[in-house]
């Protein structure tokens, strides 16, 4: 029992040294500048180890301003940080507090370590005149579908703002397909507002285009996004073109789905002929996710097959099938072997003409 | 006698089924009017709430290298020690005691900065003519640690740099995804047959801050 419980103090001591994690939660605080606003923070310092002397300080732009409850641990703890932001700010945009915590190292090892962490508040004062902070998303969507199409901006300046959006929108090859006019909306200084519209994507075609935001504050902003709009349609990118005789063979479809959403059961149905002979098989299904590409892989019995064939490719998902028209050559490997052979025969051959050549001239100089 | 026998069986089995029809039958009625009458049911809705705090935590997974004590090999100019798995010590007779360098794990659920930096220089942790100290950061698990882009371009990995005092960014990035988030610190040590003796210490401190 005693060696037991020494085995056991060992591995707690060896697990003791050979680890040590050190943290600080919550990460990732972010805040608006009031002015003489009071933010109280409490913060939890995370360690593996109850004996670890830390080092709690704050650092950064706002340290000035700020007092933790406290500045030295034994072990995890919690404290308070205690922000008392002043009446005003020179710096505008993203001003920080490090909440930092510091391992006191020991030299104990040869070569030891240790941690020091911090985490970031975050406090954001505003510009001076008219700012703003805009995004534009339009997702990819299916034609006969209402696509989303979301302006959000935020007010980073000192003004409040009155704000009126245009959205163009425009095919890949920048063809103008319709205007779209957002309500307009007063948005005071620190605020964000969702601007809100849906593309009627009836009147579109599949394909490529991109919306373009005109955001009038006082000052102007364009900012632009692209979408895809699907349709219900898997393509074939590519095929095995060349096989080689004898036995099963492998023979793999490159397919694209353009449609955006999942295709369960996607397959397909390859008919190899010549007119004379004919092959036929179906491939193993698979799933394709929205847009993606995928690679369907059939196998093909060459035993009858020899030369050039026609091949039809029905694709079959969601229950829609579309054909495709390919080629494929069916290599004899002995015709191969043989050609390959002859080749290096020549070559062997016209190597042993060139040195006989050689030597005679050798010869006849001497 | 065989026929009486079999007869009642059979009117027993035929019995039971019946039984057993009435009894599924009554149970489904009493069932369908008891949920009608009385349950646990509740018909209004719940709410579920929670918050999930975001940690900054990393772990040194190993964290400390020993090549416990030796000396440099006589007619030597110096030894050179390394965290590596093989030929980890030449010209000198130190043993690793675990080869594969110290290693950093960000077990937090925000990404951080990574920064490295030595307690000594080479003559103060060493001594002697020309000592080297040197540290090589590599990702253990791929993209572990990326530049500023979330690229892999322009990092100071897979090489052995000199260690400095002074913080070293090996990390604009150090993930913290599962299979993207820890890296190894290889260590080469060149020690002069003039170095300083006794017991050489030293820490490596590890800087993490929020991205």
Redesign the interface.
């Given at each position: 029992m005693k060696r037991v419980f020494f085995v056991l103090v060992l591995i707690v001591l060896f697990s003791h040294?050979?680890?040590?994690?050190?943290?600080?939660?919550?990460?990732?605080k972010r805040y608006d500048f009031v002015p003489n606003q009071v933010i109280k923070v409490d913060y939890?310092v995370?360690t593996?180890d109850p004996l670890k002397e830390i080092e709690i300080y704050l650092d950064g732009d706002l340290a000035q301003y700020a007092v933790a409850s406290k500045n030295y641990t034994v072990g995890s703890t919690i404290f308070t940080v205690t922000l008392t932001l002043p009446n005003y700010i020179d710096k505008p945009g993203q001003n920080t507090l490090?909440v930092v915590a510091r391992e006191i190292?020991?030299?104990?090892?040869?070569?030891?370590?240790?941690?020091?962490?911090?985490?970031?508040l975050k406090v954001f004062v505003p510009y001076p005149g008219r700012y703003i902070e805009a995004s534009l998303n339009i997702p990819d969507g299916n034609i006969d579908e209402l696509i989303p199409a979301e302006v959000s901006v935020t007010n980073r300046g000192v003004e409040d703002l009155n704000v009126s959006i245009e959205l163009d929108i425009f095919s890949k090859d920048g063809q103008h397909k319709e205007k779209i006019i957002f309500q307009n909306e007063f948005i005071e200084t620190t605020q964000n507002k969702l601007f809100r519209k849906l593309i009627n994507s009836s009147n579109y075609r599949p394909g490529d285009y991109y919306g373009v935001a005109n955001i009038n504050y006082g000052n102007s902003l364009s900012i632009n996004d692209s979408f895809r709009l699907g349709s219900l349609f898997v393509n074939l990118t590519d095929y095995t073109r060349e096989v080689k005789k004898g036995g099963i063979q492998r023979y793999t479809l490159d397919i694209q789905s353009r449609w955006n959403g999942a295709l369960r059961e996607v397959f397909a149905d390859v008919n190899v002929s010549n007119g004379k002979e004919e092959e036929i098989f179906r491939t193993p299904s698979i799933e394709l996710i929205a847009w993606s590409d995928g690679e369907l892989v059939g196998f093909l019995d060459t035993t009858d097959l020899s030369g050039k064939y026609d091949v039809n490719v029905t694709l079959n998902y969601n229950g829609v099938k579309t054909n495709f028209s390919a080629d494929l050559k069916i290599k004899d490997a002995k015709i191969v072997l043989i050609i390959v052979s002859v080749l290096i025969v020549i070559l062997i051959l016209g190597l042993i003409v060139f040195i006989a050549s050689k030597k005679r001239r050798s010869k006849s100089k001497r | 006698m065989a026929y009486k026998g079999d007869s009642f069986l059979m009117v027993l089995a035929i019995t039971a089924v019946v039984v057993s029809l009435l009894a599924a039958g009554l149970t489904y009625l009493s069932v369908a009017q008891f949920s009608t009458i009385l349950s646990g049911f509740a018909t209004s809705t719940g709410q579920l709430n929670l918050t999930v705090e975001s940690a900054a935590v990393i772990n040194f997974t190993t964290n400390f290298v020993n090549w416990g004590s030796g000396r440099v090999t006589e007619g030597q100019t110096s030894a050179q020690l390394t965290t590596l798995e093989t030929n980890n010590v030449s010209n000198g007779n130190w043993t690793l005691q675990t080869a594969g360098g110290l290693r950093i794990e960000n077990i937090g659920n925000v990404n951080v900065t990574l920064n490295l930096s030595a307690g000594k220089t080479p003559a103060q942790f060493i001594g002697g003519t020309n000592p080297g100290y040197q540290w090589n950061v590599t990702n253990l698990e791929a993209g572990s640690c990326l530049n500023a882009s979330a690229g892999s371009g322009a990092l100071n990995l897979s090489v052995f740099l000199d260690t400095t005092t002074t913080q070293f960014a090996f990390c604009r990035i150090f993930q913290f995804v599962n299979s993207n988030d820890s890296i190894r610190i290889d260590i080469n040590l060149t020690i002069p047959y003039n170095s300083l003796t006794g017991a050489l210490t030293d820490t490596i401190t590890a800087t993490a801050f929020e991205v």
């Open positions: 040294f050979s680890s040590a994690a050190l943290g600080i939660s919550p990460a990732g939890t995370i593996d490090a190292p020991s030299d104990d090892q040869f070569l030891g370590t240790a941690i020091t962490i911090g985490v970031l | -």
